[in-house]
């Protein structure tokens, strides 16, 4: 039996090779702007995932300064200095200023630039940073709970589970806590990730240039029911949002302490819906909107104290705005 027949093999029949991810990449990068829905910096739908997708490819293109030339010369060094190729051989060489230069300098160099656009980047993304902008942001209260997200529209006066509603072209200013273990918020189509801890309250602005529904997820693990811990991001024109503002504070349930205890408790959004609207479980399984909230709500929750259950009463003015389309600005049939 031969040598090469009794050599083990890189990997086994039937598994994978461990060089495929290297291939793989690229195509999954290219792949990132293919979805129905924008999941991805690299299809970046804001200002702000626009400006980190720049960064990113211009951290690629210095460190390529460093690595591509590794990556070409390797194979033709091995190819060139190869056994049985006749190349000259100076046993003796030991210094050459123009080689030590580049391999010391380049890298150096290529070291300090990234250092640039990692501050540079890191100040102008500030996620505490508020955008420009010749619009009033608009101000949304996030709360972390297990495993679900509850959003608080404190200027509008109601509450969405699950479901973010945002205008387009308008800065979005999210005052974040957790009530539960530390999470992590993230849109990852409109940038940013911040982290949402307990007893803590954290800041992120973001804005959307364009309309549609973009995913948002926890980032941080938290609990068997982490994986469904996600929700939509609906950005609309502002006539659109004015509706789904004024639909909400009609037909909305209250977010009184029944259904802050309902929040509490460690069930996904689905199961939510099930508690409090058993007769929408089905046909909207993570679709909860609240009409009333009590206006301390957010603080109270960052501060582990009661609500003021008595402002549920009052309700701010509803718009005479058109109500016929649905939230999102699309016809009802």
Same mark, same amino acid.
């Given at each position: 039996m ?11 029949p ?10 793989a990449?690229?195509l999954l ?6 979805s129905?829905?924008p999941?991805?910096f ?6 702000i995932a626009a400006a980190q997708?720049?960064q990113?490819?211009?951290i690629?293109g210095?460190t390529?300064?460093?690595?591509l ?5 390797t194979?033709l060094i ?6 049985g ?7 003796h060489w /030991?210094?050459?200023?123009i080689? !030590?230069t580049?391999?010391w300098g &380049?890298?150096f $160099?290529v070291?300090? #630039?990234?250092?640039?656009?990692a501050?540079r ?7 505490y940073k ?8 608009l ?6 709970f ?15 589970v ?12 999210l005052q974040?806590?957790?009530?539960s273990?530390m999470?992590?918020f993230?849109?990852? /189509?409109?940038?940013?990730?911040? !982290?949402?801890?307990?007893?803590? &309250?954290?800041? $992120?602005?973001?804005? #959307?240039?364009?309309?549609?529904e973009?995913?948002g997820?926890?980032?941080q693990?938290?609990?068997?029911g982490?994986?469904?811990q996600?929700?939509?991001t609906?950005?609309v024109?502002?006539?659109a949002f ?6 909400t504070?009609?037909?909305g349930?209250?977010l ?9 408790e460690?069930s996904?959004a689905?199961?939510?819906t099930?508690?409090i ?18 206006h301390?709500?957010f ?6 104290e ?8 009052s309700?701010v003015?509803v718009?005479s ?5 649905d939230?999102?600005?699309e016809?009802?049939?």
């Amino acid at each position: 039996m031969s040598y090469i027949t009794d050599r083990p093999r890189s990997h086994r029949p039937g598994q994978p090779s461990r060089i495929w991810p290297l291939f793989a990449s690229p195509l999954l990068i290219a792949l990132s702007g293919c979805s129905e829905h924008p999941i991805s910096f690299l299809d970046p739908q804001g200002p702000i995932a626009a400006a980190q997708r720049e960064q990113f490819w211009m951290i690629i293109g210095l460190t390529l300064i460093v690595v591509l030339p590794v990556l070409v010369l390797t194979p033709l060094i091995l190819a060139r200095y190869r056994y049985g190729r006749n190349s000259e051989y100076r046993p003796h060489w /030991a210094f050459s200023k123009i080689a !030590d230069t580049a391999i010391w300098g &380049v890298p150096f $160099l290529v070291v300090i #630039a990234l250092a640039i656009v990692a501050w540079r980047g890191t100040v102008s993304l500030d996620p505490y940073k508020p955008i420009d902008s010749n619009k009033a942001p608009l101000r949304v209260q996030v709360v972390g709970f297990d495993w679900k997200w509850l959003f608080i529209y404190p200027d509008q006066g109601v509450a969405t589970v699950n479901d973010l509603v945002i205008p387009t072209h308008r800065p979005i200013s999210l005052q974040l806590t957790s009530a539960s273990v530390m999470q992590g918020f993230f849109v990852p /189509a409109l940038g940013s990730q911040v !982290d949402v801890m307990n007893r803590m &309250v954290t800041r $992120l602005h973001l804005e #959307a240039d364009q309309e549609g529904e973009f995913p948002g997820k926890n980032m941080q693990y938290n609990g068997k029911g982490f994986h469904l811990q996600r929700f939509a991001t609906h950005a609309v024109d502002d006539e659109a949002f004015q509706r789904f503002a004024d639909r909400t504070r009609r037909s909305g349930n209250a977010l009184d302490a029944h259904v802050l205890d309902a929040l509490n408790e460690k069930s996904t959004a689905a199961q939510l819906t099930q508690e409090i609207e058993p007769q929408n479980a089905v046909s909207k399984p993570a679709a909860l909107r609240f009409g009333s909230v009590p206006h301390d709500l957010f603080q109270a929750i960052a501060d582990h104290e009661t609500p003021d259950w008595s402002s549920l009463t009052s309700k701010v003015p509803v718009s005479s705005g058109p109500a016929t389309p649905d939230d999102r600005g699309e016809k009802q049939p």
